[in-house]
């Protein structure tokens, strides 16, 4: 992480010394979409952590469990798709399912989804980029979701 961040101030350094009037008016720039977004982000930001104080982490291992099914999976999938989350919050999450039983399926179901759906980012991102393009993203990102638990299914041992 380090390394891009390093990268990113000496790109930033060597663009000013190219054409500094074009780096500053870029700055600009991407002050002005942070600051029309922020309204936005930081409502989704709530609304995300309420979800989160509602749906505790025994409360997802409940409902997920260590079934190995088409229901854990889906299970998986739907509480998965609510918000859209990093790895590095979604990996220790993850590994508390493992360790409370939770088969590696079911657990590439929710890891991929909670980082590639988004329900609860779906105005913001339908407001950016389209509506069509959100339920097409959503959709696909779902899709591949499924598909990745289905090869885990096969590569855990456990046929569905």
């Known amino acids: 992480m380090q390394f891009i961040y390093i990268l990113t101030i000496v790109s930033v350094i060597i663009s000013f010394f190219i054409d500094s009037k074009k780096t500053k008016k870029a700055f600009k720039i991407g002050a002005k979409k942070l600051w029309k977004i922020t309204p936005t982000f930081v409502s989704i930001l709530v609304a995300i952590s309420i979800v989160l104080f509602l749906l ?9 469990g260590g079934a190995k099914s088409y229901t854990a999976i889906f299970s998986a999938l739907t509480i ?3 918000t859209v989350m990093p790895g590095p919050i979604v990996y220790p999450l993850c ?11 079911v657990i590439a179901a929710f890891a991929t989804s909670l980082m590639m759906v988004g329900i609860m980012t779906f105005p913001i991102e339908s407001t950016y980029f389209g509506k069509k393009f959100a339920i097409l993203r959503n959709l696909t990102s779902i899709i591949i979701s499924f598909i990745v ?10 046929l569905i």
């Not at 505790?56 to 997920?64: A, D, Q, R, S």
């Not at 360790?99 to 590696?104: A, F, I, K, L, T």
Request: proline share 3%; no cysteine.
């Open 56 to 64: 505790p982490n025994e409360t997802i291992v409940k409902y997920l």
């Open 80 to 82: 998965g798709s609510i």
């Open 95 to 105: 590994k508390l399912l493992l360790e409370n039983g939770v088969s590696y399926s």
């Open 149 to 158: 638990a289905i090869v885990f299914s096969y590569a855990s041992g456990w």
